[in-house]
């Protein structure tokens, strides 16, 4: 059995725009990211609003069409997949989003919400093993029997999580990509949801890919994170090497902006200059070098190679060999 779960090559999306300046130009929104996510991993993905997650979720999805890149699930590459393809794909890759509010059909029942994807895959053929499997699935989820019969405005944001999760699960997917799952609830409701998704993956083998702007959230469920930068990665690595030791100037930047409990542990806040560049003007070379305040001359010339600092750690930037401790 492959290892590797997902292979993601370089994946673009550029999505077409019209501005007063530039006229028909585009927003690079994912401007080519390469990673691997193994089988059972988790790998969070930060950054701030705008630099591209959920555009990586929904590319890799293919819920929107890649511009250029190569998406590589379980061994078969399903980049050129069309529509008739992906519905087989999407046996093995679910999304859950943010708003489960907006992501849930008002008008249909719990039942007929957790249902559909078992309809739609032609997975039992019985109605009594389909009232078995959504009431098993509300249960692996912690709601009950009798919430099947309710609509989705009769419950918490954590229950409608919860019903967006059972949802997902419904497939028995080997991936689930969860775009902020957790932003729009209470931090107490948080960490229940978050539990909740530590269980199944351990009881289902899941493979996570969590996008959250929260870098704690992250910290709390990730394997492996990846910091996003204007549309690409800017380090990625295991979560201590990350926390511990990053290198990358905005990573550091962005580590310093968590609040820590304990006093010991506090850093220095460090506050960045300027806001992010627009996606249409990506700034040449290194694309954080405006703001970023170790710039030399090459950051503003040259798009940095990837530094590997160790095996589960590498680096875009030219003076990561000087910043790795
Ligand atoms: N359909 C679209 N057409 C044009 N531009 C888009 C479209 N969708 C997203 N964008 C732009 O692409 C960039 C990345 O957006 P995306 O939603 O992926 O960011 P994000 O990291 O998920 O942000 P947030 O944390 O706010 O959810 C942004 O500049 C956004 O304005
Ligand atoms: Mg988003």
Do not use: W
Not at 139 to 146: H, K, P, T
Not at 215 to 224: A, F, G, K, M, Q
């Amino acid at each position: 059995m492959n290892d590797i779960l997902l292979q993601v090559k370089d994946l673009k999306q550029y999505y077409p725009v019209t501005t007063k300046e530039q006229g028909k130009t585009f927003v690079r929104a994912l401007d080519g990211v390469t990673f691997d996510v193994k089988r059972g991993e988790t790998l969070g993905i930060v950054g701030e609003s705008g630099c591209g997650k959920s555009t990586m979720g929904l590319t890799i999805c293919k819920l929107i069409e890649p511009t250029d890149g190569q998406i590589v699930l379980d061994g078969e590459d399903i980049t050129k997949y069309g529509r008739k393809q992906m519905r087989e794909i999407r046996k093995k890759i679910q999304m859950v989003f943010q708003d489960p509010y907006a992501s849930l059909n008002p008008r249909m029942s719990v039942y007929d919400i957790v249902a559909e994807p078992l309809v739609i895959h032609k997975l039992f053929q019985s109605k009594e093993d389909i009232d078995a499997r959504v009431i098993e699935l509300l249960r692996q989820v912690g709601l009950d029997a009798y919430h099947a019969k309710r609509y989705p405005h009769e419950f918490s944001g954590g229950q409608r999580q919860r019903i967006g999760i059972a949802r997902a699960l419904a497939v028995e997917p080997q991936v689930i990509i969860a775009d902020e799952p957790v932003s729009a609830l209470d931090v107490s409701i948080q960490s229940q949801v978050l539990n909740l998704m530590c269980d199944l993956r351990e009881q289902y083998g899941l493979t996570y890919l969590f996008i959250s702007h929260d870098l704690s959230v992250v910290e709390h469920i990730s394997d492996t994170v990846g910091v996003m930068y204007l549309g690409s990665f800017v380090e990625m690595a295991d979560k201590k090497s990350l926390y511990d030791n990053p290198v990358h100037p905005y990573t550091q930047a962005l580590l310093s902006a968590v609040p820590k409990p304990d006093p010991r542990e506090r850093k220095e806040k460090i506050i960045l200059s300027g806001n992010i560049p627009s996606p249409v003007n990506v700034p040449k070379g290194c694309k954080f070098h405006p703001r970023c305040k170790y710039c030399t001359d090459i950051c503003k010339e040259a798009v940095p190679e990837r530094t590997q600092i160790s095996d589960s750690h590498y680096v875009y930037c030219h003076r990561a060999k000087e910043f790795a401790k």
